[in-house]
């Protein structure tokens, strides 16, 4: 509703805008304080025009504003004997006109912003020890972790892929693909999929289950799959092709080494467009190499690319000849868009340079990112976030948070 300043019928034409406040007794005040100071302009005009009888006269009736202070004026106060119709008819356009109060307009104005809880250290000490009476808010660390769930867990309109793909095997493309579909499954909303495309026998499941529930489970891969696709018309039925590792859902690779190499492109299009309807995000576990029959499709369909390298001179520079290589053969975007990881799956050497490795790749990529050495990584069997040290979820994080980034 609009606030109706005092005398505001007494008013000249050029009178200024109406006063905003924030509360009513800001406006109650600011409503004082204008009357006061059009009482007085008025009592000079008066006392020049009419002399001291008048003066007297407005005198008292200033006397008697300044008894009630807090009183809000209306409309129907002002003194009839001193309007003239164009004041008047100014007045009633000043408050017809006046903007609505902020604290009407936007009621949480009342209600102060209340501090993000601190978790752990010493700040997340000192709130659970006050029972939070002292917020000191979170750290810079916890300020960052926040900001990379949040990158994580942006909600898309549509479907998305990203190939994960290297020249060289046994550098941790495999459990990028498990870490990262696991950490996109544990921010996001909606599970994501990670699909097996490994030619050679590929390993994603084991990897994300354990060896040992994964043979105890009904074999389903991709090829079974493909031979039922076209009967696939909900994800229900999807399912039945399908494996879980918490929200992570995946899709095996072929074991049959007659059959595994059999993947063409046509078919894994296929595949990729029926995940698309059921899944926002899909992790495309490729073969070693970028040169077997699924590559062009995996490729065709891909939004960004994970280039999986390792701390050494020959990983490294297979990672650099990957991106050369997509670069000139049509796949110029991918390849500046690309993300390359290193793990240190090894615990190389002191002797290797890992800056100038890093030096080396960082500046044909959109981003490089280092997965430390961690035995729940290199042991090269299962996968799982509990286990994993903190700098290694960090990294996941990060390569989670950069794959969303390509895709918004």
């Given at each position: 509703m609009p606030i109706i300043t005092p005398n505001d019928s007494d008013a000249p034409a050029s009178t200024s805008a109406p006063l905003q406040s924030r509360s009513w007794a800001e406006a109650a005040a600011a409503a004082d304080a204008s009357a006061a100071m059009v009482a007085g302009s008025e009592d000079a005009a008066r006392e020049d025009s009419a002399g001291g009888d008048s003066a007297r006269g407005d005198s008292a009736v200033g006397d008697a504003s300044r008894e009630e202070p807090r009183r809000i004026p209306t409309a129907a106060a002002p003194a009839a004997a001193d309007v003239t119709p164009a004041a008047s008819r100014a007045g009633r356009a000043a408050a017809a006109n006046a903007p609505i109060s902020d604290f009407i307009s936007s009621p949480g104005s009342f209600v102060r912003e209340q501090k993000p809880r601190p978790?752990?250290?010493?700040?997340?000490?000192?709130?659970?020890?006050?029972?939070?009476?002292?917020?000191?808010g979170p750290s810079a660390k916890q300020r960052e972790e926040d900001d990379l769930a949040r990158r994580i867990s942006r909600q898309l309109q549509g479907s998305y892929n990203t190939a994960v793909l290297s020249l060289k095997g046994g550098i941790g493309k495999t459990s990028t693909t498990v870490g990262v579909g696991l950490t996109l499954a544990e921010f996001r909303g909606d599970p994501p999929c990670a699909i097996d495309a490994n030619p050679d026998s590929g390993d994603l499941v084991e990897r994300a289950l354990g060896e040992g529930i994964y043979q105890k489970a009904t074999p389903r891969t991709i090829t079974d799959l493909?031979?039922?696709?076209?009967?696939?018309?909900?994800?229900?039925?999807?399912?039945?092709?399908?494996?879980?590792?918490?929200?992570?859902?995946?899709?095996?690779?072929?074991?049959?080494?007659?059959?595994?190499d059999s993947l063409t492109a046509e078919e894994y299009l296929r595949?990729?467009?029926?995940?698309?309807?059921?899944?926002?995000?899909?992790?495309?576990?490729?073969?070693?190499?970028?040169?077997?029959?699924?590559?062009?499709?995996?490729?065709?369909?891909?939004?960004?690319?994970?280039?999986?390298?390792?701390?050494?001179?020959?990983?490294?520079?297979?990672?650099?000849?990957?991106?050369?290589?997509?670069?000139?053969?049509?796949?110029?975007e991918l390849a500046r868009n690309a993300i390359v990881v290193i793990t240190d799956k090894d615990e190389v050497s002191s002797r290797v340079d890992k800056n100038a490795i890093e030096e080396h790749l960082s500046g044909i990529c959109r981003q490089?990112?280092?997965?430390?050495?961690?035995?729940?990584?290199?042991?090269?069997?299962?996968?799982?976030?509990?286990?994993?040290?903190?700098?290694?979820?960090?990294?996941?994080?990060?390569?989670?948070?950069?794959?969303?980034?390509?895709?918004?």
């Open positions: 978790i752990g250290g010493f700040r997340g000490m000192l709130y659970k020890l006050t029972g939070g009476a002292w917020n000191l493909l031979k039922n696709v076209d009967n696939v018309d909900s994800l229900t039925a999807l399912a039945r092709y399908m494996h879980h590792a918490g929200r992570l859902h995946l899709i095996a690779g072929e074991q049959d080494p007659e059959v595994s595949i990729r467009e029926l995940i698309s309807g059921y899944y926002s995000i899909a992790l495309t576990d490729c073969g070693t190499g970028v040169t077997h029959n699924a590559m062009s499709g995996i490729l065709q369909s891909a939004d960004n690319l994970i280039i999986a390298a390792g701390y050494a001179v020959s990983g490294a520079k297979r990672a650099r000849s990957t991106l050369q290589w997509l670069a000139g053969h049509g796949y110029e490089l990112i280092a997965v430390p050495h961690d035995r729940g990584v290199a042991d090269g069997d299962l996968v799982t976030l509990d286990v994993l040290r903190p700098d290694t979820r960090r990294a996941y994080k990060e390569i989670a948070a950069a794959i969303v980034d390509g895709y918004v």
